[in-house]
RNA sequence: GGCGGCGUAGCCAAGUGGUAAGGCAGCGGUCUGCAAAAUCGCUAUCAUCGGUUCAAAUCCGGUCGCCGCCUCCA
């Protein structure tokens, strides 16, 4: 099966079709170190790590670019609301550059225990303002800047298909709908390339230009590092759906007038929202949901990416305690059927089911990531009783390469002496068919938070 | 106002023209001293109305409800 893709740019599904033969090109939006990140914004950091492996899965070399953005960025360009920095850091105490490196190792720490692999280069806006000026030098000398109140603003209505990216008909945006309008556009669209004149005169974050000592709008450093490791044209640019209208729209316009050829990006990818049952989850409306939240209440990270992994990435995902629930208990059940499996290890295959189940799954993961429907698949496969356990444990390794759950990986528990003690007395209570002692036992055991679970060849104990 | 999308069992969800995947929960059986774990089996006509078609959850139109975006957003 051919490997397909949604693509934002046509909205059809199109079979892949690298610029270089068997070499992707790869970028994707990354988070603004200011806060933690919540779940919602992990669940599109699992569908980059999703499309990474299947793209790897396909024998494809992949160069993967993820930004960090640490710079500070307003809340509109007309200078109103806060520097989300520097509103993180006034939060704090800290300075930016704290702040930045404070949750930058946060989110590290979160995608490596949602076993998301780590992009091949990882890189920090503040590390490339040069590349950023450089670019907007271009997009100046093509005709497509120009420069108000202090400002270097990109002007729109020097490009014929703005807003290809969304269909975005300009004039029936309604502007100022939730912000302030900056009077020193010329076109509503417009949006600023780089700062000069901000409210913050402290600001630390500061850097000089032809235009003056200021700082990067936000749409230009994903244009600058793409454009830097992966070269003018590249293949796939991902992101959270909330980018298509505005930032991924601007970086289009952007490149292509900096560039000057078009595509810019040939598929772009676009990741739905995780929502509660009241919209979506906001970092600027207070309350979200963090992975360490999750992990305090007890569920496994792995579980919460089992969850992400049940639903396609272009469909919401209705986020509920309920359904944590189920999909913790999910992955649980999952992984107990397999390492029944481990026990037993038999080799059969009369039916060809393991070439079968192979040609499936390639079939649903280059379908557009049809990750539900392979995670169906493998539980029909480890139900399927034409197949030895032991080929069983091999297509389920293979498919976990693109799953990412760990599925093969018994997690070490050291189970407390006194439990130990405990389970001795209740088998040696066993053997003498004191049933009422064993089970007063079993019961004191599983007060403590660990199951004993009787087989052939005696009792073992498993933690809750 | 414009744009994008959704409504499938108690819950999370796949399926987008050929007669409803999977998981959780629940119920019943096997196993067990009893449990647990495992295992087998059972449980929906797809918001609603109308149309197209031999055939629709899937296509078209209306209605109701919901969500996202329109310069902070994953």
Redesign the pocket.
């Known amino acids: 099966m051919k490997l397909r893709f949604y693509n934002t740019l046509t909205?059809k599904k199109e079979e892949f079709e690298p610029i270089e033969k068997g070499r992707a090109g790869m970028y994707s939006?990354g988070?603004?170190v200011y806060n933690f990140?919540?779940i919602?914004?992990l669940?599109?950091y699992i569908f980059n790590d999703l499309l990474r492996r299947v793209i790897l899965e396909n024998g494809i070399k992949l160069d993967h670019v993820m930004n960090i953005?640490d710079v500070g960025?307003?809340?509109?360009?007309a200078d109103?609301?806060e520097d989300?920095m520097l509103a993180g850091a006034k939060r704090e105490n800290k300075s930016v550059w704290e702040i930045a490196k404070f949750y930058e190792e946060s989110f590290f720490n979160d995608i490596s225990l949602l076993n998301i692999q780590k992009p091949e280069i990882l890189c920090r806006a503040t590390d490339h303002i040069d590349d950023m000026i450089n670019m907007e030098k271009k997009i100046e000398d093509n005709g497509c800047a120009y420069f108000a109140g202090g400002n270097l603003y990109f002007d729109?209505s020097k490009i014929d298909d703005y807003g290809k990216l969304?269909?975005?008909?300009v004039e029936?945006?309604?502007?100022?709908?939730?912000?302030e309008i900056d009077e020193n556009?010329r076109?509503?669209?417009?949006?600023v390339l780089w700062f000069t004149k901000s409210k913050f005169g402290d600001q630390d974050m500061k850097w000089d230009s032809p235009w003056g000592t200021g700082y990067p709008g936000?749409h230009i450093e994903c244009c600058a590092m793409s454009s830097r490791y992966l070269g003018e044209q590249f293949d796939i640019h991902t992101?959270?759906?909330?980018?298509?209208?505005?930032?991924h729209t601007?970086e289009i316009a952007q490149a292509e007038a900096a560039i000057g050829k078009k595509p810019w990006v040939k598929y772009w990818l676009?990741?739905?929202?995780?929502?509660m049952d009241?919209?979506?989850?906001?970092?600027?409306?207070g309350e979200f949901l963090t992975l360490k939240l999750l992990v305090d209440k007890g569920y496994d990270p792995l579980a919460f990416r089992f969850?992400c992994l049940?639903?396609?990435y272009r469909?919401?995902?209705?986020?509920?305690w309920?359904?944590m629930?189920?999909?913790s208990?999910?992955y649980?059940?999952?992984k107990?059927?397999i390492s029944?499996l481990m026990k037993n290890e038999q080799s059969y295959d009369g039916d060809k089911k393991r070439s079968y189940y192979l040609e499936r799954f390639s079939g649903f993961i280059n379908d557009d990531l049809?990750i539900?429907?392979a995670?169906?698949l493998l539980?029909?496969m480890?139900?399927d009783?034409k197949l030895g356990s032991k080929e069983k444990l091999d297509i389920t390794k293979h498919f976990d390469q693109v799953f990412g759950l760990k599925l093969l990986e018994k997690e070490e528990t050291d189970i407390p002496e006194d439990v130990l003690a405990l389970a001795d007395k209740r088998e040696k209570a066993?053997g003498e068919k004191n049933?009422?002692l064993?089970?007063k036992y079993?019961d004191m055991i599983r007060e403590k938070g660990f199951?004993?679970?009787?087989?052939k060849d005696g009792?073992t104990i498993e933690k809750l």
Request: with cysteine; aromatic share 6%; glycine share 10%.
């Open positions: 909205q939006c988070p603004t990140a919540h919602g914004n669940r599109t953005t960025h307003l809340t509109s360009d109103e609301g989300k729109t969304a269909r975005l008909k029936d945006l309604q502007y100022g709908a939730r912000t556009k076109n509503n669209s417009d949006f936000w992101g959270g759906i909330d980018h298509i209208p505005v930032h601007n676009h990741g739905e929202f995780l929502v009241k919209g979506k989850m906001s970092k600027s409306s969850l049940g639903a396609h469909k919401q995902l209705m986020f509920s309920e359904a629930e189920g999909a208990q999910g649980k059940n999952l107990n059927r029944e049809n539900p429907q995670l169906a539980n029909d480890i139900k009783n066993r049933y009422t064993s089970d079993r199951e004993i679970r009787d087989s009792q």
